[in-house]
Every structure is written in C-alpha cells, then in structure tokens.
C-alpha cells in the first residue's frame, strides 16, 4: 500500500539556480484574474467637486436694457455734434440742433473719468453735464466708494431752478444686486419718492427680483409694487415684470454676429393702454454700417442707419418715422465728428 501511494504522489518541483521552486501548473488550468484594489490617497480623500457660485445678474434697470438697445430712437431735424477729447480723463462735445418742430438749441457738454480703475473699461469718479442755450443744465455724478458699493447722484435744472434730483446707492453681492433711490425729497413740505429694487441669481440662467415704488406728496401717498423674472440663455434673453402698474415683457435673440431681433409687450394700467413693438439690428462690419428698424402695434415704422467714414473721425446718422394712424412723420439727419 506504501508503495502505491508513494508511486502516485506528485514528485516535487526542481529547485533552482536560488533555491526556490517554480509550481508548474497541470495542463488547461488558468490563473483567475484579479481586479487592483484603489486606494485613495490621503490628498485627494478630503477634495470634494463644488458647483461654480452663481453669477451677479446686474441691476434691476437693466433687465429689459438688451432687448431696448434693438430698437431706433427718434431724430427729428439737423444735429451736428462735436466730440474733443482733451486728455485721457476729460472730454467736451458741442451739440447743435436745428428743428422746424421745436426750438433750435445748443448744448455744451463735458465729461470727466477719474483716475480709480476697477475694471478694463471701468473708472471712477465719472462725472458727466451738459447746459444749453437757456441756462438749462442736466448733470450726474457716478462713483465706486467701495468694490461692491456704487453711488450716483443726478439732477436737473430749468433756468437757474431746480426741477428735479435724486441720489442712489447700488451694493452688488456675489449673487445678487439691491439698490436704493430718492427723487426729489422735501423734508418741509413732505413729499418725495423712494424706490428699492432687488434681483437674485437663483440658478446660472435664472434671475428673479422686484421693485417697490412709494411716493408721497400733500393729499396723495401711495405705494406699487413689480416682480421681475429674467432667463438668460446661449443666444437670448426673455424678462418679465408683473406689478401694479402693468406689464412689461421683452424678448432678445441674437441670430447671428449681424442680426439681432427683439419683441416688447407692454400693457399699462394707468394709461389702460396696451402696445406690442417688433425690432431688429443689422450691424456690417465691413461697410461700417448699422441699421435698426421697428414696427409696433398703432402702425408706427420707424428706421435709422449709422455709418462710419472711416479713416475720418466722421459718422452720419439718418432717422425716420412714419406713422400711419396720425398721418404724421418725422425725419432727422445727423453728423458726429470725433
């Protein structure tokens, strides 16, 4: 029996040049394959993927600027404009206007940028005026105190008297804008305006705010309120402000590096009025020419063409307005040197 069985055990594997044998496997067997453990390393165990913070989404103001920019503004008569710059912080223009519909008038205006940079194209104090022939004078102060705290204050005159002024104060967070203004307060006579609005990122598209109004003068007080939403996109932006006083919806889109389109409807229930406007932008680059156009619900057309005579510092601005339930038009031609 001793024999059998040593007869039939394995031999041994031959050892080798170290001394160590080498199992050799029977024949169809194969190795199982086994998977390499990871273990995290101590630098990379505690580091975790946050979500980008949100983006400030600017003033309240400015929720329907995009959408507005579209469309031509009115030119009526002959303006001619000089621009002169005088250093790298201080500008003066001459405007002269010629109308068959109104007073002809001249305007001296100046504008000055002070030497406090906060970003590439943004400095500090900026104080800009203008007065004209009258005495009349329009004027604003602009100024960032802090990174997050802007001032502005404004006012207006009619002939040595003032008509009106207001000062605001705008705190930009990381996610949200609040500001506050005040137009024309008097304290003696108890009268004045005080608006606040507020707008906050809720996601990277999404904005949503609201302004509040309140007004008093003798025997008149009262207070209106607006909610606002704003949704920006890859290639548009649509708003929404809904309030006492009515609404106000816009749509941007930018179709291309040319075209740009935009669509306003507004409803106001103090006019008890309702208005929709359809606009559009063409920009050339090549030609150097601008073109915007615009149609609105009581059959107003209206159009303007900007071209720039490169290389002279010289621009040409045509305007025209027609509307066809008054019967009326208005045209307007102007030139901007510098």
Known sequence: MGSVLAA???SPPAPGPGGAGLV??????????????????????????TEPPLPNPGGFEECHRKCKEVFPMQMEGVRLTVNKGLSNHFQVNHTVLLS?????????????????????????????????????LNAQVIHQITDRVRSKFAFQ???????????????????????????NPDVLVGSGIVVAHYLQSVTSSLALGGELVYHRRPGDEGTVMSLAGRYTGSNFIATLTLGGAGVHGSYYH?????????????????????????????????????????????????????????????????????????????????????
Not at 118 to 134: L, Q
Request: net charge negative; with cysteine.
């Open 100 to 136: 068959t519909q109104a007073d002809s008038s001249y305007r001296f205006g100046a504008t000055y940028v002070g030497t406090k940079q906060i970003g590439p194209a943004e400095s500090f104090p900026v104080i800009v005026g203008d007065m004209d022939n009258t005495g009349s």
């Open 24 to 49: 050799s496997m029977p024949p169809g067997f194969t190795m199982p394959s086994v998977s390499p453990v990871s273990v995290p390393s101590s630098s990379s165990a505690g580091l975790q993927e």
């Open 254 to 338: 930018k179709a291309n590096d040319q075209l740009q389109v935009g669509v306003e409807f507004e409803a106001s229930t103090r006019m008890q009025d309702t208005s929709a406007s359809f606009g559009y932008q063409l920009d050339v680059p090549k030609s150097n020419l601008l073109f915007k156009g615009s149609l609105d619900s009581n059959w107003v057309v209206g159009a303007t063409l900007e071209k720039k005579l490169l290389p002279l510092p010289l621009s040409l601005a045509l305007c025209a307005f027609l509307n066809h339930r008054k019967n009326q038009f208005q045209c307007g031609f102007g030139i901007t040197v510098g």
């Open 8 to 10: 039939s055990a394995p």
């Open 157 to 183: 005159t009619q002939q040595q008297k003032f008509v009106n002024w207001q000062g605001d104060a705008e705190l930009k967070g990381e996610d949200f804008t609040a500001a506050v203004t005040f137009g």
